[in-house]
């Protein structure tokens, strides 16, 4: 069974420019999630999507960060622009859909660097 | 807000020791899960409880949970340097985690 999917592994860019990662989960997992780890800290939830509708979006700095899910599959996550605070490994994870003793499968996450 | 809660920040033990960790959470639980995340990687699933259960075995991994504390612990027994992680819980429903426990296992 393939992964959880997520491009680029690495950017690098610089304040106030525009970003954006990308995330394929595993075929059939209806919930998909975005995380953003800062260095030393733990993963903080910033959307979550049930099929192409977002459940929940308390955390997403929606100032600068969007996030869609186009037909309920891939996903995108988008920074403009992005400040020196948005350096931190920007992570997907998917389950399926409804049921609660399912895991959730986590990609390995794309390192961004803003200089 | 952050739901997940694990304490201790950072284990440094033996290898062939035990490892203890311990979970809070806010929320009225469902099920409760401990994942596993080495460095610069993603994090993977390792034990999944359900509300009802008190305690549940995997390997060498125990899971406890406590719904009247809104507790878990994560036992790994006779530890391995590959233990070397940090580890996180959190509810299925809610998948929000905490800091984290840094575990650290010498050779």
């Known amino acids: 069974e393939a992964g959880v999917a997520q491009s680029p592994r690495y950017k690098i860019i610089e304040k106030r420019q525009s970003v954006a990662f990308w995330c394929n989960p595993i075929s059939g997992h209806a919930t998909l999630y975005w995380y953003q780890q800062i260095l030393g800290q733990g993963p903080k939830l910033l959307i979550q999507f049930q099929n192409n509708g977002v459940v929940d979006d308390s955390q997403l700095p929606k100032d600068r960060f969007s996030a869609e899910r186009l037909k309920g599959v891939d996903s995108t996550l988008k920074i403009q622009p992005a400040k020196l605070e948005d350096s931190a490994v920007y992570l997907c994870?998917?389950?399926?859909?409804?049921?609660?003793?399912?895991?959730?499968?986590f990609g390995q996450g794309t390192r961004l660097t803003v200089v | 807000s952050q739901q997940g809660e694990e304490d201790p920040q950072a284990l440094s033990i033996q290898e062939g020791e035990n490892a203890t960790m311990n979970c809070s959470y806010k929320?009225?639980?469902?099920?409760l899960q401990w994942y596993r995340q080495n460095s610069g990687r993603g994090l993977v699933h390792l034990i999944l409880i359900r509300s009802n259960e008190r305690e549940k075995h995997s390997g060498r991994l125990r899971v406890t949970l406590d719904t009247s504390k809104k507790s878990s612990s994560l036992l790994i027994t006779a530890s391995r340097a590959a233990d070397t992680a940090s580890y996180f819980c959190?509810?299925?429903?809610?998948?929000?985690f905490g800091a984290g426990t840094r575990l650290t296992v010498k050779p």
């Open positions: 929320t009225s639980i469902n099920n």
């Open positions: 959190a509810t299925v429903l809610d998948m929000r």
């Open positions: 994870a998917s389950r399926t859909a409804t049921a609660l003793n399912t895991e959730a499968f």
